[in-house]
């Protein structure tokens, strides 16, 4: 396990408040993460966190399960989970010309990702949402042994 992801998981382990509440604003962190409004993610979360009264910390640790390294499989996944939903062909997604510089560039990714915004915005959701349960129940789980086994004083 890498450093950062232990320390990451420290920062969890070490928060003052229930285990349900700890998973709970972590799995809701990451169902933001997968949100397919991208670039206001954190926003979302300190406003959910704010709002419920969670933690921010657990929050933002899984809002940012979406960062620069896992984004583009994120929302490939999610654009291709809501193609299948939806009936939507993927074939398009590799017409793209990404070697285009300039407004011809974004008129071309318009053009050819049109077809693919309901697909982005359905399988990102429904991955978001089965991302968020899972993250719940395994972080609630960890969260719980290790309350029952830490000795009681």
Known sequence: MSERLRRTLQILFQLEDSPHRIALAFGIGVWIAFSPFFGIH???ALAIAYRFRLS????????????PWTVAPMYTAGTVLGSYVLGVSTEGLS???WGLHGPAFYEAMVLGLRPYVWPFVIGNTVLGVAGGLAA?????????RRRQAAPQA
């Open 42 to 44: 954190t926003g979302m």
């Open 56 to 67: 921010r910390a657990a929050m933002l640790i899984g809002a940012y399960v979406n960062n």
């Open 95 to 97: 017409q793209i010309k």
């Open 136 to 144: 719940y129940f395994a972080l609630r789980s960890v969260l719980d």
